[in-house]
Structure formats: structure tokens, C-alpha cells
């Protein structure tokens, strides 16, 4: 059933909203352009990164292979079978970053930003549609990333179990595209944008066990990674890989999916008032 009105009904008075439920067609439309957006430049935003991926994992194994096997809960892994899946997380989390930091700023900056806010949507549609847009382009870029890593390690790269392979990476996807939306949100100019990517997001990716096990570090870095939620978000889709994982699972999926949440309110909170965005 159409909630707009019909030819000949009376039209409501000023200030009363049409669309009482969900504006499905202007979710589908926004999350249609959030998709669009980066998929227009795919060789970019979704072949360069699984490209970067496959040459990391060929200079890590080339110059690290030969150290044997990475123990992971008393259990040994291959290195090769170790990272590959921190780095299809990884090219999964900086690209769901990428995507939902630049959808505001860039209206922000060119003075579109009207684009967003004058449809009749509401601020949970419009914030569901940004972060699904950055989900999606997440799970593009892990599967070109997984399919690089199939060809080049063959079976070590076919997961064990899907369930926390999709599940994590949902969870991180949504946690940084939520990080993405309050960078669009607070940044003024692309340099914002660029200075919470290399000293925010680079680092707690690149500390959180991606190469190497936190079982290996001294107790207090133990404490520092399991502070850092990235370690969660690697160490769940990496035992969906390989089986194994150097932390609990239930507990990191129960830590992510409440940040998750408390991101999202914040996002929710900022956009419902229009905080650098409607000053």
C-alpha cells in the first residue's frame, strides 16, 4: 500500500509527514548511490586494494615464510595461512572507512551536503544507508581480496567456518563505517579525513596481531592489544579461516557489537542535530 497521497485526497497541512513508516524508496535510492558512487571507479576502490593485499602477502611469505609456523593456542599455523585473513580484513575495515568518511565531507566541501538532508528521509534511514553503502563496498573488496589469496595459497585460504568469517567482518565493517560517519561528521577538509586514517585507524590495524601473535608480546603489549578492538574484529574472522584464535570469541563479538552500537548512537545523535552539518 502507497503511503502518498491519492489523486483527489485532501493534502495534509503544512508540517505533517506523509511517510509515517519507513521511506523504503528513499533508503533503496540513497544506498543505490552510495554503491554506485565507489562502484563507477571499482578498478580503484575495489581491484587496487585486493591487488595491495596479494603484494603484501607475497613480500611477508617471501621474506618470513621460512620461519616455520605461527602458534596460535598451542596450535601451529602456517604463517602463509596466519595473515591472509588479517589482510582481508584489513582491506575489508580501511575501505569501509573510506567509503562512509568521504559521503558527508565531500558534500560538506562542494556544498551538496543539501543533497542529504532535503529528502524526506529520516536520520536513522539516512545513516542506515551510508553505513550499508560502506558495508557492501567492505565485503566487495573482501571477496577480490579472498579470491587474490585463493589463487595464490589455494587451500589454506577455503575458510572453516563462514559463520564467523561473515560475521565478523560484518561487525567490523559496520564499526568502521560507523568511525567513518563521526570523521565526515567532525572534518572540515579532506586533511581531517587523512589525519584520523594515519593515526587512528593505520595504527590500531597495524598493532592488533595482523602479523604476528599477541601470545608472543610481553604481558602489558598483551593488555595493550586486547585494549584495542581491531584485535577482536582480526582474531574472530581469523579463526573462521584457520579454527583457531588467541581470543575469546564470544567475548570479542559481545566487545565489538556493543561498540558497534554505542557508534551508531553517536552518529544517530550527531545527525539528528545537525552538528557541523546544518551550522
Known amino acids: 500500500m502507497s503511503s502518498q497521497p491519492e489523486i483527489g485526497q485532501q493534502l495534509p497541512e503544512p508540517g505533517v509527514p506523509v511517510i509515517r513508516n519507513v521511506n523504503w524508496g528513499g533508503l533503496r535510492t540513497l544506498y543505490i548511490k552510495e554503491v554506485r558512487r565507489f562502484f563507477k571507479v571499482q578498478l580503484q576502490t575495489i581491484w587496487a586494494p585486493a591487488i595491495s593485499q596479494l603484494m603484501l602477502m607475497v613480500v611477508f611469505t617471501t621474506a618470513l615464510g ?7 593456542g598451542g596450535i601451529g599455523v602456517p604463517f602463509a595461512a596466519f595473515i591472509a ?5 584489513m582491506g575489508m575495515l580501511n575501505n569501509a572507512f573510506a567509503n562512509s568518511s568521504f559521503s558527508l565531507l565531500v558534500g560538506k566541501i562542494q556544498g551538496t551536503i543539501v543533497d542529504y538532508l532535503m529528502p524526506p528521509l529520516s536520520t536513522a534511514e539516512l545513516l542506515f544507508a551510508i553505513v550499508a553503502g560502506a558495508v557492501t563496498r567492505a565485503f566487495m573488496v573482501g571477496g577480490a581480496v ?3 589469496m585463493l589463487v595464490y595459497l589455494g587451500a589454506e585460504a577455503v575458510p572453516h567456518h563462514v559463520w564467523a568469517v561473515l560475521w565478523f567482518g560484518l561487525l567490523g565493517s559496520v564499526l568502521l563505517a560507523c568511525l567513518g560517519v563521526l570523521t565526515s561528521i567532525w572534518a572540515e577538509k579532506f586533511d581531517h579525513a587523512a589525519a584520523v586514517t594515519n593515526f587512528v585507524v593505520a595504527p590500531l590495524a597495524l598493532l592488533s596481531g595482523t602479523f604476528y601473535s599477541v601470545e608472543r608480546l610481553a604481558p602489558a603489549f598483551q593488555a595493550v592489544s586486547h585494549a584495542n578492538p581491531f584485535f577482536y574484529i582480526i ?3 581469523r579463526y573462521g579461516f584457520i579454527g583457531v584464535a588467541d581470543s575469546p570469541i564470544l567475548v570479542g563479538s559481545l566487545a565489538i ?8 548512537l553517536i552518529c544517530y545523535t550527531l545527525l539528528r542535530r545537525g552538528w557541523k552539518i546544518k551550522n
Request: charged share 10%; hydrophobic share 60%; proline share 4%.
Open 235 to 237: 582474531s574472530g574472522f
Open 146 to 148: 579472498w579470491l587474490a
Open 66 to 72: 621460512s620461519r616455520g609456523a605461527v602458534h596460535v
Open 85 to 89: 585473513p588479517g589482510l582481508i580484513v
Open 257 to 264: 557489537l556493543g561498540l558497534d552500537a554505542v557508534l551508531g
